[in-house]
T-cell receptor, first 111, second 117 residues
Framework: DAKTTQPTSMDCAEGRAANLPCNHSTISGNEYVYWYRQIHSQGPQYIIHGLKNNETNEMASLIITEDRKSSTLILPHATLRDTAVYYCIVRVTNTGNQFYFGTGTSLTVIP | GAVVSQHPSRVICKSGTSVKIECRSLDFQATTMFWYRQFPKQSLMLMATSNEGSKATYEQGVEKDKFLINHASLTLSTLTVTSAHPEDSSFYIC?????????????FGEGSRLTVL
């Protein structure tokens, strides 16, 4: 699976949009981009995933560049409960394929 | 989303004893489950892939005789840390693939914190 690069940490003001970037320049055509987050001492929580097109759900939006070498997770109105470590993962979705986690971005939402 | 439950959430044991952690998929069947370990302030490290009815596949560097994995049913996988030592103290997290929900989303349990004295 392709390697991802994320900033180590970011801050965001409460109520503002949080934009979390991820570089995956070696992504293959059949690899999806997944985003998970982990609040302290809990298991990771699924946020969103996509292949080529931008995606939106009740939690966030995922913007994937046309060349698919990078993506951005957008939390439209960050709250204090969004403070967590956010992981960007790229993987092929065949049966049994594992998820390997990188170092992630520690997002702190500031009141 | 799908629910994956782990038990116990916290366990403290003496050095040299064995500890079993259970991972259950509550509302779906999981032919494949994954076990991760996470040390403080570090990312999740994949330990092994647990396949129902067959032997687990371990990542490089993970001792299969120390971390015994059993996936006897479609809803239950267990991780047994044998002869635990203080360096095995960690946060252990299981996950399961949900095959009937899009391209294989992965859902995680709440984690089990092991402290070996």
């Amino acid at each position: 699976d392709a390697k991802t690069t994320q900033p180590t940490s970011m801050d965001c003001a409460e109520g503002r949009a949080a934009n979390l970037p991820c570089n995956h320049s070696t992504i293959s055509g059949n690899e999806y981009v997944y985003w998970y987050r982990q609040i302290h001492s809990q298991g990771p929580q699924y946020i969103i995933h996509g292949l080529k097109n931008n995606e939106t759900n009740e939690m966030a939006s995922l913007i994937i560049t046309e060349d698919r070498k990078s993506s951005t997770l957008i939390l439209p109105h960050a709250t204090l409960r969004d403070t967590a470590v956010y992981y960007c993962i790229v993987r092929v979705t065949n049966t049994g394929n594992q998820f390997y986690f990188g170092t992630g971005t520690s997002l702190t939402v500031i009141p | 989303g799908a629910v994956v439950s782990q038990h116990p959430s916290r366990v403290i044991c003496k050095s040299g004893t064995s500890v079993k952690i259970e991972c259950r998929s509550l509302d779906f069947q999981a032919t494949t489950m994954f076990w991760y370990r996470q040390f403080p302030k570090q990312s999740l490290m994949l330990m092994a892939t647990s396949n129902e009815g067959s032997k687990a596949t371990y990542e490089q560097g993970v001792e299969k005789d120390k971390f015994l994995i059993n996936h006897a049913s479609l809803t239950l996988s267990t991780l047994t840390v044998t002869s635990a030592h203080p360096e095995d103290s960690s946060f252990y997290i299981c996950s399961a693939r949900v095959l009937d929900r899009g391209p294989g989303e992965l859902f995680f349990g709440e984690g089990s914190r092991l402290t070996v004295l």
